[in-house]
């Protein structure tokens, strides 16, 4: 897919950098749901937005977690990180791996501010090397 050449071509361009930290914001699909299955694979998930959320998952499945020379991390925003969400930043969120972190309703919501936050937090703390790791409130 185009994703995944673009997403490659950054690897490289890393790699003749001799830089390693990368930071790839996936999507929401990659995450497992409590049935133990990638969000993208179910069957409420959008067709119009299959595509490219089944691009980013072969991506991370195929080619990133088996990176072994780049310490990188993979962000899954919340599920509901959408227009609707955007416009306030708490400055506060929680942390989660491969699973969505929910609310006491149920929820996964993140606006995009606070998704800056948990990206600038992760620079400074590279807490997920290696790894998959999602935020919510």
């Known amino acids: 897919s ?3 050449t673009g997403a490659l071509a950054i690897e490289k361009a890393l790699s ?10 996936g999507g929401a699909g990659t995450l497992f749901n409590s049935d133990n299955i990638q969000i993208v694979d179910t069957p409420d ?5 299959y595509p490219g959320a089944s691009a980013v998952r072969d991506y991370f499945k195929n080619h ?4 072994t020379t780049l310490d990188w991390s993979f962000f899954s925003p919340a599920i509901e990180m959408q227009q609707g969400t955007s416009g306030e930043r708490k ?3 929680r942390l989660g791996t491969t699973t969505p972190v929910v609310d006491t309703e149920g929820r996964s919501v993140l606006s995009v ?3 800056a936050l948990v990206i600038a937090d992760e620079i400074k703390s ?3 090397i290696k790894q998959q790791f999602t935020a919510a409130y």
């Open 91 to 93: 400055g506060t969120y």
């Open 16 to 25: 003749i950098s001799n830089k390693k930290r990368f930071i790839m914001i």
């Open 45 to 49: 998930f959008p067709d119009f937005i």
């Open 113 to 115: 501010e606070d998704l």
């Open 64 to 67: 990133l977690s088996k990176n």
């Open 2 to 4: 185009e994703f995944t």
């Open 126 to 128: 590279n807490k997920h």
